[in-house]
């Protein structure tokens, strides 16, 4: 298992949207087990390949409390195929954008379809801080960040901020 480098916002390559995956082989197996070991090592609760810099439809998540055994769950190819009317708000922070937290509305309870990691079909119904999840990893596959969520005002000052960071990081 490896480490990866986590992209940050402005990364372009944050806004792109992600391929399916046509086989499940050994390659994929590999990314799934160093997303893990990279979220865990953030440490985070969800990750989507594109911000490790693979343009794939996969996503790692373990909302496991620190204390409690490991829960990980891979999707490969989520989609949402049902979502509640009910909405819940959680506090939601991103691997891409560190240290930046920012209530955002989504729906309480969603159904997902995704192949596991053995390339068997499965649904879920994710409820809680799992749905919330579910959803913020999801919108990644589909070059959404979750500040697309929060107000133009509140969006555009974190921009700013990591774009004013990026370039004081650049190489002259």
């Not at 298992?1 to 086989?23: C, G």
């Not at 009317?85 to 729906?107: A, K, N, T």
């Not at 801080?129 to 589909?142: G, P």
């Amino acid at each position: 298992m490896t480490t990866r480098p986590i992209l940050i916002i402005p990364e372009p390559k944050l806004r792109t949207i992600s391929e399916p995956i046509a086989k499940i082989d050994s390659e994929v197996r590999k990314l799934v087990e160093d997303m893990f070991e990279t979220m865990y090592d953030a440490p985070g609760i969800g990750l989507a390949a594109i911000q490790v810099g693979e343009q794939r439809r996969v996503v790692t998540i373990d909302v496991a409390r620190e204390g409690e055994d490991k829960k990980p769950v891979a999707l490969i190819n989520p989609e949402i195929i049902a979502a509640s009317q009910e909405m819940s708000v959680y506090s939601e922070g991103c691997l891409s954008i560190p240290e930046f937290y920012e209530e955002v509305e989504r729906p309480a309870r969603v159904t997902v379809r995704f192949l596991d990691i053995e390339g068997q079909t499965r649904e879920v119904e994710a409820q809680g801080l799992f749905a919330t999840c579910v959803q913020h990893e999801i919108d990644h596959l589909n070059g959404v960040l979750f500040i697309d969520h929060i107000s133009k005002l509140k969006r555009d000052r974190v921009v700013k901020k990591f774009a004013k960071q990026a370039r004081r990081a650049a190489p002259l």
